[in-house]
Every structure is written in C-alpha cells, then in structure tokens.
C-alpha cells in the first residue's frame, strides 16, 4: 500500500538548534517528494520538492532535504530554527506515472523553546 | 486575486444541513483541487478540475459531496445532508500547469481552508 509516515506527531527544539524531521514512504513508483509547512491560520506553503536528480535539495526559508531510495526517507532538516518556524510540517509524495493525488503524512508539529 | 481565496473560513452547520463552500484559485491557474483534512491528519484528496472539467472525483467520500467549477475559475464544493463525520478543514488548492497524466511539477497553491463543524 502507498503510503508516507512521520513517524514524530510532535518536535521541540530549542531556537537555534539544529531539526531533523523524519518522512518514510512506500510507494511502488519513482517517488516525487514534497514537503509543506502549514502555519497557524495560513494556508500550506511548499518548503521544497524533489523530482529527480541531486538526491540533496535546497529550499525557501534555509530548509533542506535529502533523498534517500534506500531507506525510503526524505528527512527535512535545519541548521538553526527560528521562532518563527514553528508550525506543522507536512511530507508528501506522488509519481509521474500516476496523477497529482499526493499521498499526505499526518504532520509533524514543532514546537519552538525560547 | 494575489492568493488562492476560500469561504466562509468557519461553517457550523447542524446535521442534515446542506452547505456550500467557495473556492477562488489564483488568477489563471488550470488546476484545481480540493482536499478534505481531518484533525491531526494529512490532506486527503477529493476531486480534481483542470480548467471547467471534473477530470478525477475519485477521491469524494460519498454522493452527498458534489463539486463544480462551471467557467473554469470559481469552485464550489458542496455537501448535502451533511453528517458528523463531514466535519472537517475542506482545503482548495491551485496550480498553473494542468496535470494530465503526471504529477503536476508546478507548486501547488493553497488557500487557509474552510473549517466545517456539524452538529
């Protein structure tokens, strides 16, 4: 079955610390991978996505992620988060050789420590 | 508009009530899509417009759910004899390109949603 897990319901970091945000999937095609970040009241934003090529992509607001085929992950990372990064973040994949129904994880919310 | 617009933003209906909710995509964009989120879940897609056609509904939990985009611009999802289980955040999205039979390569704009609580 297709589908992608965030294995953390719930992140806190410190503001400055580094994050790591976890996304597993499992899908039978060549997987296009998306992350979204949903702030309060706003609606979801894409942070970055991966087509194909470099397996390590660069996105807005100093986000990363890597692909891995391996272990099925693409983890999002941060060197340094701000307050402001506090939000709920949301993986996705899709394949070229099915349509535009994203497959969705169920979030992971972080929490920022002043 | 600058932005993907939805209304009302909250709806509380009572059971058995029909509701309608408005989707205006971005100006221009061929693709339209609305996805149901439950709380503490993911999206999950509904239906699919590229411009005024219906291309995937596949994703519409019941025959009470029924969407239009009838000049390929304004979308409106509606729910008739709504339930409890409807309740839900009805998310509208839009995006440039179409996306015939890959995944749209375009980014996929949203708007904040339309939080629907049924009583």
């Known amino acids: 079955a297709q589908s992608v897990t965030q294995p953390d319901i719930h992140i806190t970091v410190s503001e400055g610390a580094s994050l790591e945000l976890r996304c597993n999937y499992s899908y039978g095609a060549t997987p296009y991978l998306f992350w979204y970040v949903q702030s309060p009241g706003q609606g979801l934003q894409l942070l970055l996505k991966y087509f194909s090529g470099d397996t390590l992509v660069q996105g807005i607001k100093g986000f990363e992620a890597e692909f891995k085929r391996s272990q099925s992950s693409f983890n999002l990372r941060k060197p340094s988060v701000h307050w402001s990064d506090a939000a709920e973040y949301f993986c996705a994949v899709g394949a070229l050789d099915s349509n535009y129904q994203l497959i969705w994880g169920a979030g992971t919310k972080l929490i920022i420590k002043p | 508009g600058a932005g993907v617009s939805q209304s009302p933003r909250y709806k509380v209906a009572k059971r058995g009530q029909d509701v309608a909710l408005r989707c205006d995509p971005i100006?221009?964009?061929?693709?339209l899509f609305w996805y149901q989120q439950a709380l503490g879940q993911g999206p999950e897609f509904l239906t699919y417009f590229q411009n005024e056609a219906q291309l995937d509904k596949s994703g519409l939990p019941s025959d009470r759910f029924f969407a239009e985009r009838p000049e390929g611009s304004v979308s409106t999802l509606k729910i008739q004899r709504t339930q409890q289980e409807d309740s839900a955040v009805y998310l509208c999205?839009?995006?440039?390109?179409?996306?015939?039979?890959?995944?749209?390569?375009?980014?996929?704009?949203f708007g904040e949603g339309s939080r629907l609580t049924v009583l």
């Open positions: 999205a839009s995006s440039l390109g179409a996306s015939g039979g890959g995944v749209n390569t375009g980014e996929l704009f």
């Open positions: 100006s221009g964009h061929v693709s």
